[in-house]
């Protein structure tokens, strides 16, 4: 299972024939595990735990660029046709974390990878860098947001307005997704056994369509592979993929 599924995603092709690579951005608030993903999926591919964008625990984003990440189907391997962009992560105070004008410019692909975001406003139009004519290969074709399974209950409400505000600013056109971290954490069940995740009745609970919430178990403190984590981390790709 775990071989046909990275050779879904390896062979995947855009409908249009203009966009060689999905671009599927992730959005959530700070520690939720956007970078570690990532960071999860090029593992998968590399066939060992490794480590490339930024991530960790803290109370502000490790994140404070814009990142667009590239995996490759192995170390000398071509890149695969997906491209998982990162944002600064979404904070509580005022003027902390990206600003929705920012999240706008993203998903129209107006802003240039290693953008250095700036709480206290967005790029303007007329800056250096800034993308006035972007293709559709530079527009996001999927926005996923990403939330910590262990700690939907205590959100604060702030977050919550922050989300709301991205998710009105989402064009109707974007698919969005919903990605699930650290399921082990939210469930004994599934700590017990990941296998467990879709017959967790906490997942179920949580009042969204089963297809669009992808529950996934990032690599943080482990050292080797597990197939089953595997599975359920290449799982997020390929429903990311079929949104697209």
Same mark, same amino acid.
Not at 43 to 72: E, P
Not at 84 to 104: F, Q, R, Y
Not at 196 to 219: A, D
């Given at each position: ?29 700070? #520690? *939720? /595990? ?6 999860? !999926?090029?593992?998968?591919?590399? $066939? &060992? ?43 509580? #105070? *005022? /003027? ?6 920012? !999240?706008?410019?993203?998903?129209? $692909? &107006? ?134």
């Amino acid at each position: 299972t775990k071989t046909e599924m990275m050779e879904s995603i390896q062979f995947y092709k855009p409908l249009n024939s203009s966009v060689t690579q999905a671009r599927v951005l992730l959005v959530g608030p700070v #520690g *939720v /595990g956007k970078s570690s993903f990532f960071n999860s !999926i090029n593992s998968v591919f590399r $066939g &060992h735990v490794t480590s490339q964008a930024i991530s960790g625990s803290s109370s502000t984003s490790l994140t404070t660029q814009f990142r667009t990440f590239s995996v490759k189907a192995g170390r000398e391997g071509k890149p695969l046709p997906l491209i998982l962009c990162d944002t600064m992560g979404l904070e509580e #105070g *005022v /003027g902390a974390g990206p600003v929705i004008d920012d !999240i706008s410019n993203i998903l129209k $692909g &107006h802003l240039p990878d290693r953008y250095q975001f700036n709480p206290t406003g967005p790029l303007q139009s007329e800056a250096h860098g800034f993308c006035k004519s972007p293709d559709l290969k530079d527009k996001i074709h999927c926005v996923t947001y990403v939330l910590d399974a262990s700690k939907i209950s205590i959100m604060s409400t702030k977050i919550e307005e922050k989300l709301k505000a991205i998710r009105r600013t989402v064009n109707l056109m974007i698919p969005q997704l919903l990605l699930l971290t650290k399921v082990d954490e939210a469930c004994a069940l599934v700590r017990e056994d990941v296998r467990n995740v879709y017959r967790s009745g906490y997942i179920k609970e949580l009042g969204v369509p089963l297809s669009c919430i992808i529950p996934v178990k990032n690599y943080s403190e482990e050292l080797e592979l597990d197939t089953n984590t595997d599975i359920l981390l290449l799982s997020a790709v390929v429903q990311m993929l079929r949104f697209v």
